[in-house]
């Protein structure tokens, strides 16, 4: 922002510097004309020339700040005040809101310099129409002089300042609203899951459950049965609303694993976290294997919770993400070179985002796994899931029934 810029202090004090200076001129027009002084009409006229050129300057648009326009106002100002102050002693009083006009429109490298230069005019001013010399004719100017410099630098300070609080309130306030932006799309997506979640654990698998059943009790009715159409109709009704309930799921499963595997959605948070200050790197151990969905969801945002942590509380600058699939388990491990901490002092959530240890832990234990944690004070921090595969025949670990997956 110009420190030009119209606010009712700089408009205030504009008016001031205006009415100064204006006012200056007419004390030294009146004074010439009433004590008869011999070049009373010169003097009238130059002021009138000087009044006339400083309005002509504060109305012309190019006459602003540090510009080529403005020294040469300022050149022609000074030279007509300095046959204002030959003619009349009077001009000698000019001087002081010419300090202001000469530091506020000139760089400082300029303006201390055209400062200097005003007030050794004005102290010759006063010996050349007192002729005698005395402290107050070098105390004065050089006083008014000082007192200009240190009104105008001391306001460019303030001015500094307060663009200071002004960029950092409106940093707090975008960043208020980022966070709150934040806030609910982290709630959306964890409603997105819990949706996802009840829904496979619930009508999936009973839909499931209720297709089984009834897939048994028509292979145990002869087909010319009375019930066997009806238990066939059963059946594919409940096939139907289970392949619906399927795509409700689907639908609901986070946007990173909608893109690809739980391995393509890791490799992008790893090239997304990674920065100058941080290496994220991410390798697959084993064959990979299709997985439910609420599996990949919680070692998804395992790796989320465990990087964010890595970043905003361990000050790690290398970061290890490892998922491995073995024979009857999947694992995650993210390792860290950041600060560490005691684990047995840790407290249940360590994350910013809702996602700390303690839930993490639930995570896993709702899906049969296990959750463990190896850190210490400098030692960095190791986390790693493992979660039981679901077996062959659908069944999950945690369930009861099985375990809806992506591909299915």
Same mark, same amino acid.
């Given at each position: 922002?110009?420190?030009?810029?119209?606010?009712?202090?700089?408009?205030?004090?504009?008016?001031?510097?205006?009415?100064?200076?204006?006012?200056?001129?007419?004390?030294?027009?009146?004074?010439?004309?009433?004590?008869?002084?011999?070049?009373?009409?010169?003097?009238?006229?130059?002021?009138?020339?000087?009044?006339?050129?400083?309005?002509?300057?504060? !109305?012309?648009?190019?006459?602003?700040?540090?510009?080529?326009?403005?020294?040469?106002?300022?050149?022609?100002?000074?030279?007509?005040? *300095?046959?204002? !102050?030959?003619?009349?002693?009077?001009?000698?009083?000019?001087?002081?809101?010419?300090?202001?006009?000469?530091?506020?429109?000139?760089?400082?490298?300029?303006?201390l310099p055209a400062v200097a230069v005003t007030a050794a005019a004005t102290i010759s001013g006063f010996l050349l129409h007192e002729q005698e010399v005395t402290p107050g004719a070098f105390i004065g100017p050089l006083?008014?002089?000082?007192?200009?410099?240190?009104?105008?630098?001391?306001?460019?300070?303030?001015?500094?300042?307060?663009?200071?609080?002004?960029?950092?309130?409106?940093?707090?306030?975008?960043?208020?609203?980022?966070?709150?932006?934040?806030?609910?799309?982290?709630?959306?997506?964890?409603?997105?899951?819990?949706?996802?979640?009840?829904?496979?654990?619930?009508?999936?698998?009973?839909?499931?459950?209720?297709?089984?059943?009834?897939?048994?009790?028509?292979?145990?009715?002869?087909?010319?049965?009375?019930?066997?159409?009806?238990?066939?109709?059963?059946?594919?009704?409940?096939?139907?609303?289970?392949?619906?309930?399927? @795509?409700?799921?689907?639908?609901?499963?986070?946007?990173?694993?909608?893109?690809?595997?739980?391995?393509?959605?890791?490799?992008?948070?790893?090239?997304?976290?990674?920065?100058?200050?941080?290496?994220?790197?991410?390798?697959?151990?084993?064959?990979?294997?299709? !997985?439910?969905?609420?599996?990949?969801?919680?070692?998804?945002?395992?790796?989320?919770?465990?990087?964010?942590?890595?970043?905003?509380?361990?000050?790690?600058? @290398?970061?290890?993400?490892? *998922?491995?699939?073995?024979?009857?388990?999947?694992?995650?491990?993210?390792?860290?070179?950041?600060?560490?901490?005691?684990?047995?002092?840790?407290?249940?959530?360590?994350? +910013? +985002?809702?996602? +700390?240890?303690?839930?993490?832990?639930?995570?896993?234990?709702?899906?049969?796994?296990?959750?463990?944690?190896?850190?210490?004070?400098?030692?960095?921090?190791?986390?790693?899931?493992?979660?039981? *595969?679901?077996?062959?025949?659908?069944?999950?670990?945690?369930? +009861?029934?099985?375990p809806e997956g992506r591909a299915a």
């Amino acid at each position: 922002m110009d420190p030009c810029a119209p606010t009712s202090v700089t408009t205030a004090l504009r008016l001031c510097l205006h009415a100064l200076l204006v006012g200056l001129l007419m004390l030294a027009a009146l004074r010439a004309t009433g004590d008869g002084t011999p070049h009373a009409t010169a003097v009238v006229g130059v002021a009138g020339v000087m009044a006339a050129l400083y309005l002509a300057g504060v !109305l012309a648009p190019a006459v602003q700040q540090h510009t080529r326009a403005a020294s040469l106002w300022l050149i022609a100002l000074g030279a007509v005040w *300095l046959a204002l !102050l030959a003619l009349s002693p009077e001009a000698l009083w000019v001087a002081f809101p010419l300090y202001f006009l000469q530091l506020h429109l000139l760089p400082l490298r300029w303006g201390l310099p055209a400062v200097a230069v005003t007030a050794a005019a004005t102290i010759s001013g006063f010996l050349l129409h007192e002729q005698e010399v005395t402290p107050g004719a070098f105390i004065g100017p050089l006083l008014g002089a000082a007192v200009a410099v240190a009104t105008v630098r001391g306001y460019e300070v303030l001015f500094s300042e307060s663009e200071r609080r002004r960029e950092l309130i409106d940093e707090l306030v975008s960043t208020r609203a980022e966070l709150a932006d934040a806030e609910r799309a982290a709630g959306t997506l964890a409603e997105r899951e819990r949706l996802a979640r009840e829904i496979h654990d619930t009508l999936a698998q009973g839909l499931s459950s209720i297709q089984l059943l009834l897939r048994a009790a028509e292979r145990s009715l002869p087909e010319d049965a009375p019930a066997t159409p009806h238990v066939r109709r059963a059946r594919e009704a409940a096939q139907d609303n289970l392949a619906e309930a399927r @795509r409700f799921v689907r639908a609901l499963t986070p946007p990173d694993l909608q893109q690809g595997s739980l391995a393509a959605a890791l490799a992008r948070l790893s090239a997304r976290s990674s920065a100058p200050d941080l290496t994220v790197r991410f390798a697959v151990s084993g064959r990979p294997v299709g !997985l439910p969905t609420p599996y990949e969801v919680a070692l998804l945002r395992t790796a989320q919770s465990s990087l964010a942590n890595a970043v905003q509380h361990s000050g790690a600058r @290398r970061t290890e993400i490892t *998922l491995s699939f073995m024979e009857t388990s999947v694992s995650l491990d993210v390792v860290d070179d950041g600060h560490g901490f005691d684990t047995a002092a840790a407290p249940a959530s360590t994350s +910013g +985002g809702g996602f +700390g240890l303690l839930a993490m832990r639930a995570r896993a234990r709702s899906l049969g796994g296990t959750l463990s944690v190896e850190s210490g004070p400098g030692q960095g921090t190791a986390v790693a899931v493992t979660l039981p *595969l679901p077996a062959a025949d659908g069944h999950g670990p945690a369930s +009861g029934g099985a375990p809806e997956g992506r591909a299915a």
